[in-house]
């Protein structure tokens, strides 16, 4: 995915269409890999793409809510805020704002804060 930026570091990730709700997409831009998912209530979510665990895909993983679990051993992250909400990651993940603006899903990937670590 190319990015078209904005202001404040919001770059489009995919069209609303492409992520059916209740399910998460993997996305790379600007040489991330990002976690995209689209909540029951219709609004979106973004994290970084690697379970803090043992390194899982968590785009490949199940939303519930507005947590994904990791498909490798069912570590659970909150795809709004990127905390840790079932064992057995113990470390965060870098959440990104998200917003829908003419159909297209954009997230500001500015705004990375951790630095991830894998283990634990």
């Known amino acids: 995915m190319t990015s078209e930026g904005g202001a404040q570091g919001f770059v489009t990730v995919a069209r609303v269409d492409d992520i059916a709700p209740g399910e ?6 600007d040489g991330r890999s990002l976690c995209v998912g689209h909540m029951e209530d ?5 994290i970084d793409n690697v379970c803090t665990h043992d390194g899982g895909v968590l785009g490949e993983g199940e939303l519930e809510g507005s947590c994904v679990e990791c498909p490798r051993h069912g570590a659970r992250f909150d795809l709004v805020t990127g905390e840790v909400k079932a064992l057995p ?5 870098n959440a990104y704002p998200v917003r829908v603006v003419d159909g297209r899903v954009e997230v500001d990937l500015a705004v990375a804060t951790r630095e991830l670590e894998i283990g634990g």
Request: hydrophobic fraction near 60%; charge should be negative.
């Open 42 to 46: 219709g609004s979106f979510g973004a």
């Open 89 to 93: 990651a113990v470390f965060p993940v």
């Open 24 to 29: 998460v997409q993997v996305v790379d831009v």
